[in-house]
């Protein structure tokens, strides 16, 4: 149960370092809008792949090999996006983002 409480942990803490970011100098607030925006993205893709995935193939052995493909692919890919975010980060870069939505 604490493993699936701690995404959501995770987004709240995210969701409010968002609010906060006012205050904070433009980099930082850079890289927290791109995490915000990535997280939701990533959760829009996972969860309607799955749910088209799911009105394709119903409940048969199909969908749940398409769903965990999916969800693992999608999910490994923004994780990576997120190391190499971090990356940035760390050098004193701004993120590998559209510069219109940060």
């Known amino acids: 149960m604490n493993l699936l409480a701690l995404p959501v942990i995770g987004f ?17 607030r850079a890289h927290t809008r791109a995490a915000l925006f990535m997280s939701l993205i990533g ?26 493909v999916w969800a693992i692919t999608l999910h490994t890919g923004f994780v990576l996006w997120g190391m190499i975010s971090l990356a940035q980060a760390m050098s004193d870069k701004r993120p590998l983002f559209p510069a219109k939505w940060l």
């Open 12 to 28: 709240l803490v995210l969701l409010w370092m968002f609010t906060q970011s006012s205050a904070t100098n433009a980099l930082r």
């Open 43 to 68: 959760f829009i893709l996972i969860s309607s792949g799955v749910a088209i995935g799911w009105m394709l193939f119903g409940d048969a052995g199909y969908f749940w090999t398409f769903a965990l």
